[in-house]
């Protein structure tokens, strides 16, 4: 299968999956409640790095924002944000979503590689964030897009999955971590037929999807490739979902329980132009 037609089926179930996640993660009655906030990890993590360790007052583009809910969180702290995502339902739902909560918050259709000319204009921060780099084929293409959607001196932000984790062998019981799956991005992408979206357990008519794994080697390469300067590196021990069996809920997210085997479950990157 090319690439162009595993994005396709990609693209078809994301699609799907809109309605299912504005249910699934109590999209409205999170912008019906102004006090209500998304991003906060992601927030902190930018703010040694922003003029008065603060995201008020800036510009910023949040790529692959699906439907917007971390978009909008942005936004009520304080950010002028411009969401984009490949999905038109997505996009649909998510200037909804914006316009109930009454945020500046908009939206535009686009691939990351064509948001600097669909946008035409350049932000004081990008911030791309949990479970978009494994969509994305191309990390080159993406962190250029990146590069020339930054303003001088713009700083930009990746949280996602740790590639460690992603090569851990799913659905053991008695607490080991395996490796089951490759970890390098030679292997090329992974085919997934579960037909269910990871947010509810309602059955989905387009069930395949393709996912690529990237190495911290191949994701540093894209970002330093691109002419962006890192400033942060970080490997976290907990996360926003239990993607493992065992984890336990604490105030910091979902992490492996005591004693057990360790892993880094996420990280981030902070770099500037």
Same mark, same amino acid.
């Given at each position: 299968?090319?690439?162009?037609?595993?994005?396709?089926?990609?693209?078809?179930?994301?699609?799907?999956?809109?309605?299912?996640?504005?249910?699934?993660?109590?999209?409205?009655?999170?912008?019906?409640?102004?006090? /209500? @906030?998304?991003?906060?990890?992601?927030? $902190? =993590? *930018?703010?040694?790095?922003? !003029?008065?360790?603060?995201?008020? %007052?800036?510009?910023?583009?949040?790529?692959?924002?699906?439907?917007?809910?971390?978009?909008?969180?942005?936004?009520?702290?304080?950010?002028?944000?411009?969401?984009?995502?490949?999905?038109?339902?997505?996009?649909?739902?998510?200037?909804?979503?914006?316009?109930?909560?009454?945020?500046?918050?908009?939206?535009?259709?686009?691939?990351?590689?064509?948001?600097?000319?669909?946008?035409?204009?350049?932000?004081?921060?990008?911030?791309?964030?949990?479970?978009?780099?494994?969509?994305?084929?191309?990390?080159?293409?993406?962190?250029?897009?990146?590069?020339?959607?930054?303003?001088?001196?713009?700083?930009?932000?990746?949280?996602?999955?740790?590639?460690?984790?992603? /090569? @851990?062998?799913?659905?053991?019981?008695? $607490? =080991? *971590?395996?490796?089951?799956? !490759?970890?390098?991005?030679?292997? %090329?992408?992974?085919?997934?037929?579960?037909?269910?979206?990871?947010?509810?357990?309602?059955?989905?008519?387009?069930?395949?999807?393709?996912?690529?794994?990237?190495?911290?080697?191949?994701?540093?390469?894209?970002?330093?490739?691109?002419?962006?300067?890192?400033?942060?590196?970080?490997?976290?021990?907990?996360?926003?979902?239990?993607?493992?069996?065992?984890?336990?809920?604490?105030?910091?997210?979902?992490?492996?329980?005591?004693?057990?085997?360790?892993?880094?479950?996420?990280?981030?990157?902070?770099?500037?132009?």
């Amino acid at each position: 299968m090319s690439t162009d037609e595993a994005v396709a089926a990609n693209l078809r179930t994301w699609d799907e999956r809109v309605p299912h996640h504005v249910v699934a993660y109590g999209a409205e009655a999170f912008a019906d409640d102004p006090g /209500a @906030l998304r991003a906060q990890t992601e927030v $902190g =993590l *930018l703010a040694p790095h922003l !003029p008065g360790g603060s995201i008020a %007052g800036l510009d910023v583009v949040h790529l692959q924002c699906h439907i917007g809910t971390d978009t909008i969180g942005l936004a009520r702290h304080g950010a002028r944000v411009v969401g984009t995502d490949l999905s038109g339902p997505a996009v649909e739902a998510a200037r909804a979503l914006a316009r109930r909560a009454g945020v500046d918050a908009s939206f535009a259709l686009c691939r990351n590689e064509d948001a600097p000319d669909v946008l035409g204009r350049r932000f004081d921060v990008v911030v791309t964030s949990v479970g978009v780099l494994c969509w994305l084929d191309d990390l080159t293409t993406w962190a250029r897009a990146v590069h020339r959607l930054l303003r001088p001196a713009g700083v930009f932000l990746v949280h996602d999955a740790h590639p460690m984790l992603s /090569a @851990l062998q799913e659905g053991r019981s008695d $607490g =080991l *971590l395996v490796l089951g799956e !490759p970890y390098f991005a030679s292997s %090329g992408p992974r085919r997934w037929d579960d037909g269910l979206t990871y947010a509810t357990d309602a059955p989905m008519q387009h069930n395949t999807t393709y996912v690529w794994p990237h190495d911290l080697a191949e994701i540093f390469g894209a970002v330093l490739g691109a002419g962006l300067h890192v400033e942060a590196f970080h490997e976290h021990r907990s996360m926003p979902w239990a993607a493992l069996p065992g984890m336990v809920e604490t105030e910091r997210g979902f992490e492996l329980p005591p004693g057990s085997a360790e892993c880094p479950l996420m990280f981030s990157i902070v770099a500037r132009s």
